[in-house]
RNA sequence: GAGAUUGUAGCUCAGUUGGUUAGAGCGCUAGUUUGUGGCACUAGAGGUCGGGGGUUCGAGACCCCUCAUUCUCCCCA
């Protein structure tokens, strides 16, 4: 046999039949629920032009991003500058010359670009959803691809809190309907911002979300440690402690923590928002918790923020968003406050695969195969089946006279329900064998009414 | 970017302190069985042991390099 030496860049997948119809059924069930709620689907392209994402996602953000390497750069008239441009790709400059393209990121930014680009079309507030693939140029890992699927839906033209309200019942229903149990954590870049208000300086702000963000993995005490590396001073930290320490209920949460912001009025901005998407939150079956060290690494975010995580398996968030109050203004269009939010559909595969949650009914393929019992046998068949394939019951037809016992498995390897068999008896009286494989059981049917035959 | 892990048949994996011709289960092909599958039995095909180099009388095993996988940190969906 040829040795196959052939393979696929790192981080990425072949998806088969199976895998198809699974990840389908996701993207379908999301689909469906940002439609409902009023959104209309945009798509853009695969790459941007490289200024339109850097800077955009933090330093260690533009790390990640896939360049594209320009055409054309052996024409030996450019050499000389080819060259020397490389030379500042090397000290880590990015340069037009050498590449200009960059595969999309994620789904946020090319969107706030194209709306900054269209905004004179647009009716506001504008309700796009968009499902496409997104490139990361991260290390792969449980969880972790390097080409994976976003499903985001945001709204921009609003500061209405109505917007939240409206995503967190989206994420709310999705996972109802996939029947994935989950934990809505939300947080405000504001309160954030008051806590480093209180703490003295609004510019350490960046700082103190970094190191708590990772309370819940390396504990307060490392922490503590993290902070006072990044310059914070004792008194500082003690009012950090504090505000980590609170806990309880979401109703604890908001009254110890109004008490620690006191007048501050960022911190009780920030409260006021949260506590009007936890009131007119519908989905009571689902989790809706505050989480006051949640921060996010996207720096955008300017208000509310999200995350979404599965109960029951280690898996990383599944969805995260929030809201930024001027994404196009990156863009020269200032002025356009938007939120958002998005879906990681292949940890959402995973999850569902690792609870066994996909329902059997995604599996259906082939619902009847036709014996090949001969020329004339098969003609016949051949009519039948495309009679039923007007009835929209997917059909094939066994690709050659072979023995039954090669049919017959070939219809259980591809888990077919039904066979039909007309063999020259068949043909000779006008009908056919219907024959159910999982019960086993068969009845002979006349050509003419085998369209009113009812497939299960 | 840092660290660890694994790599043997199509798949899942055995393979003893280095020792003759590298094994099992499943799958595959054919037959028992030219019009009724799943079961059983019989026979058969299929392996550069990830790749390259080294140590050795002798390497799937030990050493070095390299490629790939999976995972952890960072960051994220």
């Known amino acids: 046999m040829a040795k196959v030496n052939v393979s696929i860049p790192q981080g990425t997948r072949d998806f088969n039949a199976e895998t198809v119809r699974k990840r389908n059924y996701i993207f ?18 695969s790459m941007e032009n490289l200024d339109t994402l850097m800077g955009k996602y933090g330093e260690e953000g533009d790390k990640l991003i896939f360049k594209i ?37 994620d789904l946020t930014i090319p969107f706030a670009r194209y709306v900054a680009m269209n905004h004179g079309q647009l009716t506001f507030p504008f309700k796009r959803y968009q499902i496409q693939p997104v490139w990361r140029a991260d290390r792969p890992q449980k969880g972790r691809y390097r080409e994976f ?8 033209g609003s500061n209405s809190l109505l917007n939240e309200v409206e995503l967190t019942n989206i994420y709310a229903t999705v996972f109802r309907k996939l029947e994935i149990e989950v934990e809505i954590r939300i947080n405000s870049r504001k309160i954030l911002a008051a806590l480093a208000e209180l703490c003295g300086g609004a510019d350490k702000m960046m700082d103190i979300t970094i190191a708590i963000d990772k309370l819940d993995k390396i504990g307060l005490d490392k922490v503590k440690d993290e902070l006072i590396q990044r310059g914070l001073t004792n008194d500082q930290i003690i009012i950090i402690e504090k505000y980590l320490s609170i806990d309880g209920s979401n109703e604890d949460k908001l009254t110890s923590i109004a008490s620690l912001f006191g007048t501050n009025e960022l911190g009780n901005k920030g409260l006021e928002e949260i506590k009007h998407i936890l009131s007119n939150f519908t989905t009571k079956e689902t989790k809706l918790t505050i989480d006051f060290t949640l921060a996010r690494g996207l720096n955008y975010y300017t208000g ?18 929030g809201r930024y109050d001027d994404l196009t203004g990156l ?35 082939t619902k009847v195969l036709f014996f090949n019992l001969g020329d004339s046998e098969s003609k016949a068949a051949f009519g039948l ?4 394939r007007e009835q929209d019951i997917a059909c094939e037809m066994y690709h050659e006279n072979a023995k039954f016992d090669k049919q017959f498995k070939y219809a259980e390897k591809k888990n077919i329900p039904y066979i039909i068999i007309l063999g020259s008896k068949e043909l000779e009286e006008n009908n056919c064998v219907v024959k ?17 035959y009812v497939f299960l």
């Open 331 to 365: 863009f020269g269009v200032p002025n356009i406050p938007g939120v958002g939010i998005s879906f990681g559909v292949d940890r959402i595969y995973d999850v569902m695969e690792e609870l066994k949650l996909f329902p059997e009914a995604v599996q259906s393929g």
């Open 69 to 105: 390497l320009n055409n054309g750069l052996d024409n030996p008239d450019k050499h000389t500058l080819v060259k020397a441009e490389f030379e500042k790709v090397l000290e880590g400059k990015n340069n037009k010359n050498i590449t200009e393209r960059a595969l999309r990121y």
């Open 385 to 388: 089946m495309q009679q039923l």
């Open 304 to 321: 509310t923020i999200f995350e979404i995580k599965a109960i029951g398996v280690q898996m990383g968030s599944i969805g995260g968003g």
């Open 436 to 452: 159910h494989l999982t019960t086993s059981t068969q009845q002979t049917v006349s050509m003419s009414t085998l369209i009113d």
């Open 149 to 156: 699927y976003q499903c985001d839906a945001d709204v921009v």
């Open 28 to 45: 379908n069930t999301i689909r469906k629920v940002f439609e409902i709620y009023g959104f209309q689907p945009l798509e853009t392209p």
